[in-house]
């Protein structure tokens, strides 16, 4: 793409050919030719280097809120001469908070080396990087490269665990309630029921001692216990809140306790440290919004909101 140069090096050439016209000597021509001739030539040298360049840009996939995490960006030039200027746009979109970041960069006389941008890290959620508008710019800038290469990442900024002030640790927290069933196939069990004898009931389940002192059959029913579940729901989207949901279900994960984690009509299923930070991910690469009430049934509940931990 042609620039505003090329109109300023054509006035120069107008001028250098009335210079010579006015001078007498030989350096009215040599300074003609050398206005025609220098830029062209120079142009043309510099076009092997900018459509060499490439530029590749790498971040962390996770980091902590508050720690130094850069965008490293690494130019590639396979040919002797530099490219005179290379300019882009770093933009970072904040998914979780909506906040955006533009970053201008602009080099010149660019040659291989590598480049280091920090990463906005004071907020949770999950950051998208994104290199935009590159623009490569000859000698003398009489021609503009435009290359529609694009690069894209994550990085998802991870909130520091933090134990609420109302819950310092499990070990008080009251067990949760064990319901029991029928054992399907019957079969051996600890726990048992006692009820009436059925057509069909094994004989050996038949409680005679009871049963005589009854004048009826009674039986054991062997009971398996059924698990209840236990539910983290997160209410607010704080960073004090996300500090305190993450550091709950890191402690349950080290107590063997699977859970799930629900924010609104998006859930995850934990049982260890890798699904915590995985159901973390997932919460911070969606739009922060303020949870409805939700009915969540039996089992123990967690809830996360304005900075404390209830539980029942």
């Known amino acids: 793409m042609l620039t505003l140069n090329c109109l300023l090096y054509l006035f120069a050439c107008a001028l250098a050919y009335l210079f010579s016209l006015t001078y007498v000597g030989w350096y009215g021509a040599y300074l003609l030719w050398a206005v025609i001739v220098l830029p062209p030539v120079l142009t043309l040298l510099s076009l092997p280097a900018m459509a060499s360049l490439r530029i590749s840009c790498w971040i962390p996939e996770r980091i902590n809120t508050g720690d130094k995490a850069e965008i490293k960006i690494k130019f590639s030039n396979r040919r002797l001469l530099p490219v005179r200027t290379c300019s882009f746009t770093i933009n970072v979109v904040n998914l979780f908070t909506g906040e955006s970041y533009s970053f201008p960069m602009r080099y010149g006389l ?78 051996y069990s600890e726990e048992h029921e006692l009820r009436q004898y059925h057509p069909g009931d094994n004989i050996n389940s038949i409680h005679w001692k009871l049963s005589s002192k009854t004048d009826e ?18 209410h607010t989207t704080s960073e004090i809140d996300l500090s305190h949901l993450y550091w709950l279900s890191l402690r349950l994960c080290s107590w063997n306790i699977e859970h799930v984690i629900r924010f609104g009509s998006a859930y995850a299923q934990v049982s260890n440290e890798t699904d915590c930070r995985r159901a973390m991910c997932q919460l911070l690469s969606l739009p922060r919004a303020k949870c409805p009430p939700m009915n969540v049934g039996s089992g123990r509940i967690f809830e996360v909101e304005n900075g404390e931990v209830h539980w029942h």
Do not use: H
Request: aromatic share 4%.
């Open 110 to 187: 660019l040659d291989d080396g590598v480049s280091l941008l920090s990463l906005p890290s004071s907020s949770s959620g999950t950051l998208l990087c994104s290199l935009e508008d590159e623009q490569l710019s000859s000698y003398f800038g009489l021609i503009r490269l435009r290359p529609k290469r694009q690069w894209q990442a994550k990085c998802t900024v991870m909130p520091k665990p933090i134990a609420p002030e109302n819950m310092a640790s499990l070990e008080s927290l009251p067990p949760v309630s064990q319901n029991f069933r029928p054992k399907p196939g019957g079969g």
């Open 217 to 234: 059959l009674i039986v054991r029913e062997p009971m398996e216990p059924v698990e209840s579940s236990t539910t983290v729901l997160l």
